[in-house]
């Protein structure tokens, strides 16, 4: 509240959830910090980065948790989802086993999680569009049946990562304000 202008402060928790591989990471650190990397391992140490936005003239803090990797043997705690009031479910656009996932993901977000949680799908991956597996109908209907909004982004090109987490952030911002 020390703040110049009196403006007050915002920190939403937002989690990335999804399959393996689906490029979470990336998105992160694409939003976070203009970064990709064709090669990157499980995050090691990096828990969530935080990143600000401006919505509507307030400063929001977005801190983004993003899994060490742990997605890959079902052990996301629910330390990870604690406090979260919002979430991207991210699949791969390649992969249909990754979309499959989806519906196991949102409910595993609705048991740790029992506040309206700002929910985005998100199909990754769409510079891959020669080798698409899940159309972009599919996802669509699949978001709308699960009242949830839809981007199909692209973290190695930048297609729409900052539209999805800005989504995310204001469909927060516009709950509690
Ligand atoms: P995570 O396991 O969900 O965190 O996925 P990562 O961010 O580690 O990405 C898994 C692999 O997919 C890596 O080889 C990335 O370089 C690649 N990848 C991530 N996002 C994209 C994308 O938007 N397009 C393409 N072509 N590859 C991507
Ligand atoms: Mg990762």
Redesign the pocket.
């Known amino acids: 509240e020390e703040r110049g202008g009196g403006g007050e402060e915002y920190l939403f928790k937002i989690v ?1 959830i ?13 939003f976070a910090r203009n970064e ?8 090691i140490g990096v828990e969530f980065q935080t990143q600000v936005v401006d919505i509507d003239g307030k400063e929001v803090k977005a801190q983004i948790w ?2 060490a ?1 742990q ?2 043997f079902r052990a996301v705690t629910s330390a990870y989802y604690r406090g979260a009031v919002g979430a991207l479910v ?1 699949y ?1 656009i ?1 992969r249909r086993s990754s979309f499959d996932s989806v519906k196991r993901w949102l409910e595993e977000l609705t048991t740790h999680c029992d506040t309206a949680v700002g929910r985005m799908l998100v199909g ?5 569009d020669s080798i698409r597996d899940v159309s972009t109908e599919e996802g669509k209907s699949l978001a709308e049946e699960e009242g949830l909004f839809f981007m199909e ?5 930048s ?1 729409n990562v900052e539209a999805a987490f800005e989504v995310v952030i204001r469909e927060i911002y516009s709950n509690i304000s």
Do not use: I, Q, Y
Request: net charge negative; hydrophobic share 25%.
């Open positions: 990335l999804g399959d393996s591989a689906v490029g979470k990471s990336n998105l992160l650190s694409r990709f990397d064709s090669n990157s391992k499980a995050t993003d899994t990797g997605e890959r991210v791969d390649t990754n991956k769409c510079d891959l982004t692209s973290a190695l090109d297609t």
